[in-house]
């Protein structure tokens, strides 16, 4: 099905930039990491631990993730637990030099579309530290912004935060249609790596690494990205408890419940109809699907549950296997592949989602 749409309607992703922090880890190495601090070094020696040793091994083998990048020298960092003011501390340093790669690598590949000066909403997302003045701050400072740039922090809302991001670039930009938005995630999960058993924080430790992204935003015909059309969300208030992001004293602790992918599936079919009726569309008129991936369980049950094809999910489990969960910046890291992979058409529709405490799901709405 095709659906007309003026193109003035619309504004565009302009470009989307990617930066990955210096230090590259295998699986194999994360798990005999994660061994060696949960367990302690002669963990073979003791029987109970070495049984304790095979769950962690089948723990990070289901992950499916195969690699990961961290701004930390982890086996450093983590040799005594950090303090959460310590790890706030990383966060300040690492995450604004990670931000500024993905900010200016944006600012060259928008070419003559955008630079600094034309920004007038700066949008930055993250749930893996804090500052003040933060990086909104400090980026648009040193970038050159203009002083009256407006600026937005999305915090602590997990990996749906980039949803919400372009929910909120879209009514800048329709309040403002000469207005230019970026958006910035960044996230750094690994400095919040904490020894334990619980299996709800162990899934975090097989599945999350770092990364950043940006998405600069406008009404330009010259730009070949796709139009943002709508977005929608929904929470499930009676799951809110199935996925937590606490801040303690030794850094911040995920859990994450082996029921979240069922109230995804009892969920997702009602958050589509949402999206997408307004448009005169159904699920088999999207032919692009960005689905973070949170973790296997939650691919295959949004897969199952909408019926798609193993070629529409291909590039999320591309990007869980090159790079883990990297939280808000994940579905941005799959938009620039799958605008690198020249698979979209004209005309092509898209959705994006992604899913975190609330139990929320987010969506967003893309024509080609």
């Not at 194999?28 to 060696?36: G, K, L, S, T, V």
């Not at 701004?71 to 040799?79: G, M, N, S, V």
């Not at 990364?211 to 809110?240: H, I, K, M, N, W």
């Not at 939650?298 to 193993?310: H, N, P, R, T, V």
Request: charged letters at 20%.
């Amino acid at each position: 099905m095709t659906i007309s749409a003026d193109s003035a309607d619309y504004p565009r992703i302009l470009t989307v930039a990617t930066a990955f922090p210096p230090y590259h880890y295998t699986q194999d190495m994360m798990c005999e990491y994660a061994r060696e601090r949960i367990l302690g070094a002669d963990w073979q020696a003791n029987a109970e631990q070495a049984a304790n040793a095979r769950l962690i091994e089948r723990l990070f083998a289901s992950s499916r993730v195969a690699h990961r990048q961290s701004a930390l020298d982890l086996r450093a960092y983590h040799a005594e637990t950090p303090t959460t003011g310590a790890r706030m501390a990383t966060y300040e340093s690492a995450a604004y030099a990670l931000g500024r790669d993905a900010m200016e690598q944006a600012q060259r590949q928008a070419g003559n579309l955008r630079d600094a000066r034309d920004i007038s909403d700066f949008i930055v997302v993250s749930c893996t530290g804090y500052s003040a003045p933060g990086l909104d701050i400090q980026l648009a400072r040193d970038l050159g912004m203009p002083r009256d740039v407006r600026r937005l922090v999305v915090g602590h809302m997990g990996c749906f935060g980039a949803l919400v991001g372009l929910r909120q670039s879209l009514a800048a930009l329709r309040a403002h249609p000469d207005a230019t938005v970026a958006m910035l995630c960044v996230e750094l999960t690994t400095l919040h790596f904490m020894p334990s058993l619980d299996p709800e924080v162990l899934t975090s430790f097989a599945l999350f690494g770092d990364a950043a992204a940006v998405a600069l935003l406008g009404y330009d015909e010259r730009a070949s990205g796709p139009q943002v059309v709508d977005t929608y969300c929904a929470a499930d208030f009676a799951t809110a408890d199935q996925m937590s992001w606490k801040i303690t004293d030794q850094g911040f602790v995920m859990t994450l419940s082996p029921r979240v992918p069922v109230s995804l599936r009892r969920n997702i079919l009602a958050v589509m109809d949402h999206l997408l009726t307004p448009h005169g569309l159904t699920i088999s008129d999207v032919r692009h699907w960005i689905i973070h991936p949170g973790g296997p369980s939650i691919l295959d049950a949004i897969q199952g549950k909408l019926e798609l094809s193993d070629e529409q999910m291909a590039l999320s489990w591309q990007v869980l296997h090159d790079h883990g969960n990297c939280s808000s910046a994940t579905v941005l890291l799959i938009v620039d592949e799958l605008l690198r992979s020249g698979r979209p058409n004209p005309g092509d529709w898209g959705v994006m989602m992604a899913f975190g405490p609330g139990l929320t799901l987010e969506t967003c709405l893309l024509r080609f």
